[in-house]
């Protein structure tokens, strides 16, 4: 079975640090993308970055670019999101997803097709 | 950059009855890029629709996309009481905003 496992809630301050995680299961790490989308209280959906383990290629929506670092590590099938001084801003859901990219009668389709159930994060003084 | 816009914002309907919901692009995309995702609060998003028409594995044929260029529409036939949730258009790194299914 596919299986995405996330770290568990944190509670941080503003200006600390952070690393939260996301262990695959089920399949071959290195051959899939990992995507990170946030959502903040009460909010919709949005791309962070994606990165892809098997050489550790990583891509930013601008919007996330030098706020967050997307890393992994594939001796131990896992996915990271770090941060190096967090703001209240920063306080939401965190969800890790495979991105699939699959050929077929000629096309490339592309979709997130499993997902972990995501990482808490609340920043506060 | 390409911007997704999701519409109605909130669908008030009843179960039995059929949903009808429209994601619209800034500009042509390519269908095999667009998915749609079901929310249920207090979950993660689960894949409904991928290359805008082809239902994920498991997803009941009450689940239905269609679309090309610019227009997507996901259509619910006959609405079940767990299809109550918000629905996501996706293409690439673009959601659109989401659409809210609420019960009548």
């Known amino acids: 079975d596919v299986h995405l496992a996330q770290s568990g809630a944190e509670l941080k301050k503003p200006g600390e640090s952070l690393k939260i995680s996301c262990e695959a299961s089920?399949?071959?790490?290195?051959?899939?993308?990992i995507a990170w989308v946030r959502q903040m209280p009460g909010r919709g959906l949005e791309w962070m970055g994606i990165i892809y383990p098997g050489d550790s290629d990583a891509r930013y929506s601008p919007s996330f670019q030098g706020q967050v670092t997307i890393s992994a590590d594939k001796s131990i099938s896992t996915a990271f999101l770090q941060w190096t001084s967090l703001k209240a801003s920063d306080t939401a859901m965190y969800y890790c997803?495979?991105?699939?990219?699959?050929?077929?009668?000629?096309?490339?389709?592309?979709?997130?097709?499993?997902w972990g159930k995501g990482t808490t994060v609340t920043v506060a003084s | 950059e390409i911007v997704l816009t999701q519409s109605p914002g909130t669908l008030s309907l009843s179960p039995g009855e059929r949903a009808t919901l429209s994601c619209k692009a800034s500009q042509s995309v390519t269908s095999t890029y667009l998915g749609w995702y079901q929310q249920r609060p207090g979950q993660a998003p689960r894949l409904l629709i991928y290359?805008?028409?082809i239902r994920a594995t498991g997803i009941p044929d009450r689940f239905s996309g269609s679309g090309s260029g610019t227009d997507f529409t996901l259509t619910i036939s006959r609405l079940e009481p767990e299809d109550f949730a918000v629905y996501y258009c996706q293409q690439y790194g673009t959601f659109g905003q989401g659409t809210k299914l609420e019960v009548k």
């Open positions: 290359g805008a028409s």
């Open positions: 997803a495979r991105r699939m990219r699959r050929a077929a009668a000629g096309s490339f389709y592309y979709y997130m097709d499993v």
């Open positions: 089920g399949y071959d790490f290195t051959s899939s993308w």
